[in-house]
């Protein structure tokens, strides 16, 4: 998957190319990450990126030319590799980034992303070249560097042979609509608790039963919306009426 990043700050994203699992999968070319510098495309001897904004205010905003040369940049580079990549803005007004939202996402060819600064980027330009708003949360950064590395975090981890068990990026939490069940790892027994005897039984389908009823309690506690909107296989209903648990 190839992701354009324009942003002031390129040095931002060596915290995710040289560490963890999106630093091996740069690494092994199982994605690729194409960093671009807006100040870059100026014409002045300061390289200015940004203006005061008409009618006044706080701040600075971002020019829109220099952006959208940055922008065509970007295309251009995705073109030359044979991809068709949107432009998403990273912004607190988007869309909120979802599991759904990543899967979508990840089944496209790559991502321009574009990282705002200061109060935000003229609008003109957003109305003209940006595809896709979104958002990590309804909270303020001082940046869009931050959210765009979330974001790409979270495709860069689904791509096939990128964890180390696919199976993991799978069964994590909200890929199913339910938070994920607890784990548990030696020793047996940490501070005068055991880990729950069914998880060492070697019974495979009581495992997944229970696995499920967690994840269920789970979910009726820190995130009642999301058990409102889950719909269980039949199954599962099985496994709700045996742990008394009702689907109204």
């Known amino acids: ?25 740069l690494t092994r070319q199982q994605a690729e990450v194409l960093l671009i510098n807006p100040r870059d495309f100026t014409t002045d001897n300061y390289r200015r990126i940004d203006e005061r904004p008409f009618g006044g205010g706080a701040g600075m905003v971002m020019m829109a030319e220099p952006l959208e040369k940055a922008i065509m940049f970007a295309k251009q580079q995705a073109a030359s590799r044979g991809k068709v990549c949107p432009v998403v803005y990273l912004s607190p007004q988007g869309k909120t980034l979802s599991e759904p939202m990543v899967v979508e996402l990840g089944q496209l060819d790559g991502l321009i992303l574009l990282c705002g600064r200061y109060e935000g980027i003229d609008e003109r330009l957003l109305d003209q070249y940006v595809d896709i708003e979104c958002s990590i949360g309804d909270y303020v950064l001082t940046g869009g560097e931050l959210p765009a590395m979330v974001l790409m975090d979270s495709l860069i981890r689904r791509l096939p042979d990128v964890m180390g068990d696919d199976l993991s990026a799978q069964q994590d939490s909200f890929v199913d609509g339910l938070l994920d069940y607890p784990q548990y790892t030696k020793p047996l027994s940490f501070n005068g608790v055991n880990v729950p005897e069914v998880l060492v039984s070697g019974h495979h389908a ?25 719909t269980p296989t039949k199954e599962q209903h099985k496994w709700l009426t045996r742990a008394k648990i009702s689907k109204n």
């Open 1 to 25: 998957m190839f992701f354009a990043v324009i942003s002031i700050l390129p040095e931002m994203f060596t915290a995710m190319s040289q560490y963890g699992i999106t630093g091996r999968a």
């Open 206 to 230: 009581n495992i997944a039963e229970w696995r499920f009823v967690e994840q269920v309690k789970r979910t009726m506690d820190k995130r009642p919306d999301l058990w409102q909107a889950f």
